[in-house]
Nanobody, 119 residues
Framework: QVQLVEAGGGLVQTGGSLRLSCAAS????????MGWYRQAPGKQRELVAT???????NYVDSGKGRFTISRDNAKNTVYLQMNSLKPEDTDVYYC?????????????WGQGNQVTVSS
């Protein structure tokens, strides 16, 4: 079993900052990709940011210049620093991890973390 524990969500005013974290533990030999997605009620889950094992990053257009994804491989943890937050960033944020165990790559999701940006 693999557990993903997310932290760092909450309520912030427009222009504020939040830092999300997601720590993976359990049956993981190594981690391939890590990322963050968000989803509002009734909408499809949207990619926010991803980072490969080599450190290559990808961002949603609306997050470029405001969001920074990073990872600590020693801690199997991924972070999302969000600055200059806007009300439209309000969503439930989910971390996503591709973990490798016994030569098999499996996809895991966190429980979701509410981010609310007040205007």
């Amino acid at each position: 079993q693999v557990q993903l524990v997310e932290a760092g969500g909450g309520l912030v005013q427009t222009g504020g900052s939040l830092r999300l974290s997601c720590a993976a533990s359990g049956r993981i030999f190594s981690i391939n990709y890590m990322g963050w997605y968000r989803q509002a009620p009734g909408k499809q889950r949207e990619l926010v940011a991803t980072i490969t094992s080599g450190g290559r990053t990808n961002y949603v257009d609306s997050g470029k210049g405001r969001f920074t994804i990073s990872r600590d491989n020693a801690k199997n943890t991924v972070y999302l620093q969000m600055n200059s937050l806007k009300p439209e960033d309000t969503d439930v944020y989910y971390c996503n991890v591709g973990g490798i165990y016994q030569w098999k790559l499996s996809d895991y999701w966190g429980q979701g973390n509410q981010v609310t940006v007040s205007s």
